[in-house]
């Protein structure tokens, strides 16, 4: 006999919105050098904003070249003054420290990176800080244990490391930089994205709590010059750079010539592949969380959609009605699923490749949900079927909720187009064949492959590009390597 299931599917949420209470934001903020908090030289501020209203949340100095000069004299200073010359067991007492003091700050650590940043507060709890902290215990667990990671080798550090980071994953990107390069025992001069600085300078102020040596990290807010002064900067040993491929580019013609070592984290275009035995419910959350998740800025984002043939039409249909019951809105409210976009700016070329979509052709479809009337910058999720390998919004990186799919017969078709792209970040594949899920990783040329999962971090695993995605290895044991010298 079969039933008729009567759901009410009409659902109200609850506001559900996170307490800002407890959390400290100054007016302005200075450039952090030597310990301390020192106005810019030439005295000139901007303004980082809210994303989801467009408001300003505070003015935050721009440090010129002299600003940078200055940073990289303390950096060195404290490099053979102190750093250099503590024992490594001390260095990771103080990264220990910088963990832990992360931990117990989470909850102000999260709303703030929300607030300037646009990301849905249930992330920047879940992900960004607890992975932060994580990075933290991870690489000071490694600081006096460097002659086991690489045995009858002599290391030693780099000496003052230029760290330039996007506006994407702001405290984890700092983190991810900054613990690598202490654990190892180099100094640092960081420079957060323009559009994202509060956490980097809510951790200089940790970083005073923690009485880490003054001059061993330095953070020198600003925009792109600021950044190339970084790189450009006579006495810095190592460039850590993680953004676009674009500026990468820029970034090796700069150096090259010079002494210095440099790894490029940059972008990409990832595969998530499907294939006919895959569980699909499953597979449609991990298409979900693989694109939708932080309005799609994330470098390893699975924005290209490889779907077998068999199971076109019914995984289209059920991402499309997972795509109705997301809800785009107030960053801060925990029932929030897609955030604000990042920037006015990013919003633009987002809708920019919306339209190129359309006019290639591709059949366009846009979740019918509501946006908040805050003001600020919102993108409802959006799926473009029927597209093809020569697309533009099948090749290039939009960083933004825009998911495009293609459907393929064969292993070998789908390996094909899915290694067809200047990128090689990241990869997804589901199916229920481990056998399928070892001949795929072995032939996508990418970084990281997931397998019936996607957006997994952890401190322990290595995570960098092949081809334009970049060079050199984040996290792990590879991730020491760049900070050292090795005999
Ligand atoms: P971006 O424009 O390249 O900026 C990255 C950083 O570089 C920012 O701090 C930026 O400052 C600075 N910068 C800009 N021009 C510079 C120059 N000429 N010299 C030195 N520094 C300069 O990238 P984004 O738009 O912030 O971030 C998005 C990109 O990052 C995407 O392509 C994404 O794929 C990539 N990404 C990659 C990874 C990875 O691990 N592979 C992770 C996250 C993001 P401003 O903020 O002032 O522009
Ligand atoms: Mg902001």
Same mark, same amino acid.
């Given at each position: 006999?079969?039933?008729?299931?009567?759901?009410?599917?009409?659902?109200?949420?609850?506001?559900?919105?996170?307490?800002?209470?407890? !959390?400290?934001?100054?007016?302005?903020?200075?450039?952090?050098?030597?310990?301390?908090? #020192?106005?810019?030289?030439?005295?000139?501020?901007?303004?980082?904003?809210?994303?989801?209203?467009?408001?300003?949340?505070?003015?935050?100095?721009?440090?010129?070249?002299?600003?940078?000069?200055?940073?990289?004299?303390?950096?060195?200073?404290?490099?053979?003054?102190?750093?250099?010359?503590?024992?490594?067991?001390?260095?990771?007492?103080?990264?220990?420290? !910088?963990?832990?003091?992360?931990? $117990?700050?989470?909850? @102000?650590?999260?709303?703030?990176?929300?607030? *300037?940043?646009?990301? &849905?507060?249930?992330?920047?709890?879940? #992900?960004?800080?607890?992975?932060?902290?994580?990075?933290?215990?991870?690489?000071?667990?490694?600081?006096?244990?460097?002659?086991?990671?690489?045995?009858?080798?002599?290391?030693? &550090?780099?000496?003052?490391?230029?760290?330039?980071?996007?506006?994407?994953?702001?405290?984890?990107?700092?983190?991810?930089?900054?613990?690598?390069?202490?654990?190892?025992?180099?100094?640092?001069?960081?420079?957060?994205?323009?559009?994202?600085?509060?956490?980097?300078?809510?951790?200089? @102020?940790?970083?005073?709590?923690?009485?880490?040596? &003054?001059?061993?990290?330095?953070?020198?807010?600003?925009?792109?010059?600021?950044?190339?002064?970084?790189?450009?900067?006579?006495?810095?040993?190592?460039?850590?750079?993680?953004?676009?491929?674009? +500026?990468?580019?820029?970034?090796? /013609?700069?150096?090259?010539?010079?002494?210095?070592?440099?790894?490029?984290?940059?972008?990409?275009?990832?595969?998530?592949?499907?294939?006919?035995?895959?569980?699909?419910?499953?597979? +449609?959350?991990?298409?979900?969380?693989? !694109?939708?998740? /932080?309005?799609?800025?994330?470098?390893?984002?699975?924005?290209?959609?490889? +779907?077998?043939?068999?199971?076109?039409?019914? #995984?289209?249909?059920?991402?499309?009605?997972?795509?109705?019951?997301?809800?785009?809105?107030?960053?801060? *409210?925990?029932?929030? *699923?897609?955030?604000?976009?990042?920037?006015?700016?990013?919003?633009?070329?987002?809708?920019?490749? !919306?339209?190129?979509?359309?006019?290639?052709?591709?059949?366009?479809?846009?979740?019918?949900?509501?946006? &908040?009337? =805050?003001?600020?910058?919102?993108?409802?999720?959006?799926?473009?079927?029927?597209?093809?390998?020569?697309?533009?919004?099948?090749? $290039?990186?939009?960083?933004?909720?825009?998911?495009?799919?293609?459907?393929?017969? =064969?292993?070998? @078709?789908?390996?094909?187009?899915?290694?067809? =792209?200047?990128?090689?970040?990241?990869?997804?594949?589901?199916?229920?064949?481990?056998?399928?899920?070892?001949?795929?990783?072995?032939?996508?040329?990418?970084?990281?492959?997931?397998?019936?999962?996607? /957006?997994?971090?952890?401190?322990?695993?290595?995570?960098?590009?092949?081809?334009?995605?970049?060079?050199?290895?984040?996290?792990?044991?590879?991730?020491?390597?760049?900070?050292?010298?090795?005999?």
């Amino acid at each position: 006999m079969k039933s008729k299931l009567n759901f009410n599917t009409n659902w109200e949420y609850a506001e559900a919105p996170e307490n800002r209470d407890h !959390i400290q934001l100054n007016k302005q903020y200075d450039l952090f050098i030597n310990g301390q908090f #020192v106005a810019p030289t030439k005295g000139k501020y901007f303004n980082t904003l809210n994303p989801a209203t467009g408001k300003k949340l505070a003015s935050i100095a721009e440090g010129t070249a002299e600003d940078v000069e200055k940073a990289v004299q303390a950096a060195r200073h404290a490099y053979d003054k102190y750093w250099s010359k503590l024992s490594a067991k001390d260095r990771g007492k103080y990264i220990y420290r !910088i963990a832990r003091l992360i931990q $117990e700050r989470a909850r @102000e650590f999260a709303v703030i990176e929300s607030l *300037d940043g646009g990301k &849905p507060i249930r992330e920047s709890k879940a #992900v960004d800080i607890p992975l932060s902290a994580a990075h933290f215990f991870y690489y000071a667990g490694w600081a006096d244990k460097l002659d086991y990671a690489f045995p009858n080798r002599r290391s030693s &550090p780099v000496g003052v490391a230029g760290q330039i980071i996007p506006w994407n994953f702001p405290l984890l990107m700092a983190a991810w930089k900054l613990a690598p390069a202490l654990a190892t025992g180099n100094t640092v001069v960081l420079k957060p994205a323009e559009t994202t600085p509060l956490t980097a300078l809510k951790l200089a @102020e940790l970083l005073q709590e923690a009485d880490l040596p &003054p001059g061993v990290v330095n953070i020198v807010t600003g925009a792109g010059a600021t950044g190339a002064a970084i790189v450009n900067h006579p006495d810095i040993d190592k460039i850590a750079f993680t953004g676009s491929t674009e +500026v990468g580019k820029l970034i090796q /013609n700069s150096i090259a010539g010079t002494n210095k070592k440099v790894t490029l984290e940059l972008g990409g275009k990832a595969a998530n592949i499907i294939l006919e035995d895959a569980t699909i419910d499953q597979a +449609v959350e991990g298409i979900v969380n693989g !694109i939708y998740f /932080n309005q799609g800025h994330v470098c390893c984002a699975g924005s290209r959609l490889f +779907v077998q043939e068999s199971i076109e039409d019914l #995984v289209i249909q059920k991402l499309k009605d997972r795509m109705e019951t997301l809800i785009v809105g107030d960053p801060l *409210d925990k029932n929030t *699923d897609i955030g604000a976009i990042n920037s006015k700016s990013q919003l633009e070329t987002i809708e920019k490749y !919306i339209e190129v979509g359309k006019g290639e052709g591709a059949q366009f479809f846009q979740s019918s949900c509501s946006l &908040p009337s =805050t003001g600020g910058y919102w993108c409802r999720p959006t799926l473009f079927t029927q597209t093809s390998q020569s697309h533009r919004i099948v090749q $290039e990186e939009i960083f933004g909720p825009v998911l495009a799919v293609q459907s393929f017969r =064969t292993f070998e @078709e789908v390996l094909t187009k899915a290694n067809n =792209t200047f990128y090689g970040l990241s990869a997804g594949v589901w199916t229920d064949k481990g056998s399928k899920i070892f001949k795929m990783t072995n032939k996508l040329r990418a970084g990281v492959v997931w397998a019936n999962t996607y /957006n997994k971090f952890d401190p322990t695993s290595p995570f960098g590009g092949y081809k334009e995605s970049g060079f050199g290895r984040e996290g792990g044991l590879h991730g020491l390597l760049p900070y050292l010298n090795l005999n």
